[in-house]
Structure formats: C-alpha cells, structure tokens
C-alpha cells in the first residue's frame, strides 16, 4: 500500500465519520421532546464514543504516517561516509567535492550565502531524486543514497532573482565496485 493509498483511506474514514455525524443529527431533528435528561445522556455518551474513536483514528494515522520518518535530524552531522558541501549564491552552485560513489550513502551539507534557495538533485533521466532547502546561516543536512551512476544536476527550485533559471550545477556519481 503506497503512502497516497494510505492518506485517501484515512481521508475516506474522516469523511465517513463526518457524514455519519450529520446523518445522526438530521434523523434527531423533529423527534418528540421526551425526557430531557435521558436525551442529555445519551448525547453525551455518542459524543464521548465520537471523541474517543476519532482520538484513536487521528493515533493511528499518525503513526502510520510518521513511523518511517523520511528526514534525519537536523542538529548534527550525519556519519554518512560521504560528504558534499553545497553552497547556494545567486546564482550558482559550489558542490565539494563534485564526484561521489553510488551504492553509498551521501550527506549533503546544504546552505546558503545569501537568499533561500531550493536545492534539488535531478537524475541523468531528469527525474527529481531529493531536495531540500539552502538557507542563509543555516545548514540543511540531506542524506541519499545514489543507485545508479551518471551525471547528476542540482537546480535551485525556488525564485532567486533574475539569475534562478540557470542556477544549475552538475556533479558525477562513480559506478560503485562490482556495478
């Protein structure tokens, strides 16, 4: 089950759940007064197994939606065994070093001189791997792991100025041994 099966499952349940709750209302409307202290306990009781089950859907989803957390942390370096210093300036790129291997995880120091930048590594196909924001005085910490060798470009996905077009860089991923 992908990650989009996942949020419109959980989508559909909330909107199940909404619509149940408007139905329960229309059917109360136009019923008799009747006693007003067994009425006034039985709403509270829906609304308490209400409360309850939507507490365990919304436990649920979150979880199963952040288990797998996809970002490392921020406030160190990583370990990886490779490391690329990548500096963002309108309106260019500087990569350190600008080879890696692939089948080996990459940590990518990303920040900026200047403006915010979006730092986006695009595959030999054109096909958009990873990306991350550059920002001035602060280092983004983005971690990947290159399957494939080949000529990899960075582009800066967000408007820099009149120069952001062609801020691009380009850097080679090495077969990895026995590849």
């Known amino acids: 089950m992908t990650n989009q099966d996942v949020i419109l499952t959980v989508w559909l349940v909330g909107a199940a759940l909404i619509t149940l709750g408007f139905i329960f209302v229309i059917m109360q409307v136009g019923k008799p007064a009747g006693d007003a202290a067994a009425r006034m306990h039985a709403s509270h009781t829906w609304q ?60 990518f120091r990303v920040t900026s001189d200047d403006v915010n930048h979006g730092f986006a590594i695009y595959a030999p196909s054109g096909r958009i791997v990873t990306q991350t924001q550059a920002m001035p005085g602060y280092t983004n910490h983005l971690l990947y792991t290159f399957d494939e060798p080949g000529i990899y470009t960075v582009q800066c996905i967000e408007y820099c ?15 990895a041994k026995g590849q």
């Open 48 to 107: 308490a197994r209400l409360f309850a089950l939507m507490a365990v859907a919304f436990i649920v989803g979150t979880w199963a939606t952040l288990r797998h957390f996809p970002i490392p942390a921020q406030g160190r370096a990583l370990g990886a065994p490779q490391t690329v210093q990548a500096v963002g300036r309108m309106w260019s790129w500087e990569l350190k070093p600008d080879k890696v291997n692939a089948a080996s995880a990459v940590e």
């Open 161 to 175: 100025g009149v120069g952001h077009g062609p801020m691009t860089a380009t850097f080679e991923v090495l077969a």
